[in-house]
């Protein structure tokens, strides 16, 4: 587990996961670029949500746009409601949240200078807004969505009809949300874009607190099978609820800025569909066929933010081993023990020497590989150091072509965690890793 943010930020950098955004021109505020190794770990963490939620046989995905008619979002309740406190310091001209800000909440003091010449609490709302054509007037405002779910609540019943499922059923979605935060950071904990994983659970009305209960336990779940440590995840169930909800849980993930938020499970009743319901003028209502009723859903949410979860698996994953190499000295083996699925690289083939007799097998070894794998390959440096590059950045195996191989046509497989070494045939490589993954 990595205690500090500032070791990842650099890591991160270093090897390619995460860059600062439009970095030659200074950056631009809590905007962040996935790298190399970032954007193929991204892309398994989302594989690994989208996987566990859409392989079960009542629940569907939805790819829904990011700009929506506007008046979705007076039916959300977000052009009226989606704000946040927001105080100035008159000395400093800092600019802070003032319901999250402990220097003022305690003390009413700026948290930058600690001054008391403070500005009244104003609400800002968080929603990006822009123009939609050519007509920068009020008529033609959209807005960039600050969550998904509004496009599962208004597709409840396409999605529903389409694919002809029943209720108890759920609309799983990936993408792109904004909000203009007032306070961002801790690299990509909180920014102004960032990827939300959501996922609506349609219930009959009474069955609500028993699929909530359910939702818990499956996310819970999800988590320690991808290798979150139970003892850095716990449960935080909210006492004030926001006006639509009925109940609402957050996992909260011990990041090195102390136990916050990862994910959100709500039970925000028939809220939603009712909202658009009214707005729009169509009824969402759900017909029983079996019982031959009509009513309108409740709904289980569950709400992840990719990014989050990206830098929550870093950070568990994060360690540092101290070791002796056989002349006694003590080395520093930093180790991202990322799972199999989520770890960027799965294999990297390492040639033992430059030679074309050890580069060309490698070389066709690493086309076998790619055809299943993401795989990597590194011919520099001594073999000890390639396996602490792999080590760093979490590829699981490290396979090695040596003179041997050219006899036996067999490789060396090197094991992460263990640092235990398996002697496998080339031809079975592609097949032991799938095992291993799945093991
Ligand atoms: P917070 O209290 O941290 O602002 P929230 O309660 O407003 O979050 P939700 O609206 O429930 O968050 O969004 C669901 C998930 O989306 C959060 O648990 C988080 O993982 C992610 N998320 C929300 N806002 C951001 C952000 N600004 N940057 C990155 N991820 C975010």
């Not at 090897?15 to 505020?29: K, N, P, T």
């Not at 359910?214 to 139970?230: A, D």
């Not at 990297?348 to 086309?367: G, M, Q, V, W």
Request: with cysteine.
């Amino acid at each position: 587990h990595c205690e500090d943010l500032n070791t990842l930020v650099s890591l991160s950098k270093r090897r390619g996961f995460v860059f600062q955004s439009s970095e030659i021109y200074g950056g631009l505020g809590s905007c962040w670029d996935y790298g190399p190794l970032g954007s193929l770990m991204k892309l398994n963490v989302k594989r690994a949500w989208w996987n566990a939620m859409t392989r079960r046989p009542d629940i569907v995905g939805l790819d829904a746009a990011i700009l929506m008619h506007p008046t979705v979002w007076k039916a959300s309740g977000h052009v009226d409601g989606f704000s946040d406190p927001l105080v100035d310091c008159k000395d400093c001209k800092t600019r802070f949240r003032a319901d999250n800000t402990d220097s003022y909440l305690q003390h009413k003091k700026c948290p930058n200078c600690g001054s008391k010449n403070l500005s009244e609490e104003r609400n800002f709302n968080l929603m990006f807004k822009t123009h939609m054509g050519p007509l920068e007037d009020s008529a033609s405002v959209v807005y960039l969505r600050p969550e998904t779910a509004q496009g599962h609540f208004v597709n409840f019943l396409n999605c529903q009809q389409s694919s002809r499922y029943k209720i108890p059923f759920g609309i799983a979605a990936i993408g792109k949300s904004f909000r203009n935060e007032i306070t961002p950071g801790n690299f990509i904990f909180r920014t102004r874009e960032f990827e939300q994983m959501e996922m609506q659970y349609f219930v009959k009305p009474g069955t609500d607190e028993g699929f909530f209960n359910q939702w818990k336990e499956t996310r819970w779940n999800f988590y320690i099978k991808y290798g979150i440590k139970k003892e850095n995840l716990r449960f935080h169930d909210h006492e004030k609820l926001a006006h639509y909800a009925r109940a609402a849980t957050d996992f909260e993930y011990k990041f090195p800025m102390g136990f916050s938020e990862l994910e959100g499970i709500h039970n925000r009743s028939d809220f939603d569909l009712t909202q658009h319901m009214k707005f729009s003028g169509k009824s969402l209502e759900y017909f029983d066929e079996a019982n031959k009723e009509k009513y309108i859903p409740y709904v289980i949410e569950t709400a992840v933010g990719c990014d989050r979860l990206f830098l929550a698996f870093l950070c568990d994953a994060y360690r540092e081993e101290i070791t002796t190499d056989e002349a006694g000295k003590e080395d520093v083996r930093i180790v991202l023990g990322l799972h199999p699925e989520i770890a960027p690289y799965k294999v990297a083939i390492l040639p033992l020497s430059k030679k074309e007799e050890l580069t060309s097998i490698a070389d066709k070894l690493r086309n076998q590989v790619a055809e299943d794998f993401d795989v990597t390959y590194d011919e520099t440096a001594s073999i000890g150091k390639r396996y602490r590059r792999q080590d760093e950045i979490g590829t699981p195996f490290c396979v090695t072509v040596d003179f041997e191989t050219i006899n036996d046509q067999a490789v060396t497989v090197r094991h992460r965690d263990t640092m235990v070494q398996e002697r496998i045939p080339m031809s079975q490589l592609n097949a032991y890793v799938a095992g291993k993954m799945k093991s």
